[in-house]
């Protein structure tokens, strides 16, 4: 059973490009969080997704970010008109059900950086 | 606000010591707290989970307590190994709503 996989694992864009990054759930898991990290800081909650649903979006910037869970296929975190402040490093994580008492599943994160 | 604040930032151990780390939150009420292990460039891997009503928390070599009256957490790893060298990080999850908040962490270092 595969862990949760991201790629690319590493993302250089210029300012004002698009940045994707995917995220594929371990099997069975239908719930999916998006975390960013910023240099020397923790973890911080952006958006939960269960598949076509947005659940939880309360930690995403109001512009330029857009997440997706579709039926079939990956998550993807959408970053459009990158700006250095977006370097950093995005982590999904994934877990079968969507309560506190479910693990989560980290996966090996997406390197942003913008140039 | 909610916070859950780490200490020491770093810390430097040798091999076959002890160590303990400290964490302090403000999340009330929660639902669980959570310690995880970070190696570098990689995601965090779950180490421990402690509901508000329990106290105490092993896995292996690593235990974690929990102090709801004073919102205090440790982790007490025994017998360092080299590959225990990581940043291990305090998250809370609280009660309402689904975002984990997260410390800063604790970076470990073991050496031989």
């Known amino acids: 059973n595969a862990g949760v996989m991201q790629n690319p694992r590493h993302l250089v864009r210029r300012r004002g490009q698009e940045a994707r990054l995917r995220c594929s759930p371990m099997k069975g898991h239908s719930h999916v969080y998006w975390y960013r990290q910023l240099p020397e800081e923790g973890l911080k909650f952006m958006v939960y997704l269960q598949k076509e649903n947005i659940i939880d979006e309360s930690g995403m910037p109001k512009e330029r970010f857009s997440a997706e869970f579709p039926k079939e296929g990956p998550s993807i975190l959408r970053i459009q008109q990158v700006v250095r402040g977006d370097s950093a490093a995005y982590f999904c994580?994934?877990?079968?059900?969507?309560?506190?008492?479910?693990?989560?599943?980290f996966g090996p994160g997406t390197r942003l950086t913008v140039t | 606000k909610n916070q859950v604040e780490q200490s020491p930032q770093s810390l430097i151990i040798l091999e076959g010591k002890n160590c303990t780390l400290q964490c302090n939150y403000t999340v009330s009420p929660f639902s669980n707290l959570r310690w995880y292990k970070q190696d570098t460039g990689r995601g965090p891997v779950s180490l421990t989970i402690?509901?508000?009503?329990?106290n105490t928390k092993s896995n292996g070599r690593y235990t974690a307590t929990l102090d709801a009256d004073t919102k205090q957490s440790s982790l007490h790893i025994t017998a360092s190994q080299l590959s225990d060298s990581a940043s291990y990080i305090c998250?809370?999850?609280?009660?309402?709503?689904?975002?984990?908040?997260f410390g800063k962490g604790t970076t470990l270092s073991v050496s031989s």
């Open positions: 994580a994934s877990s079968p059900g969507g309560g506190p008492s479910y693990e989560q599943y």
């Open positions: 402690m509901t508000f009503s329990e």
């Open positions: 998250v809370v999850h609280p009660q309402a709503g689904t975002a984990l908040i």
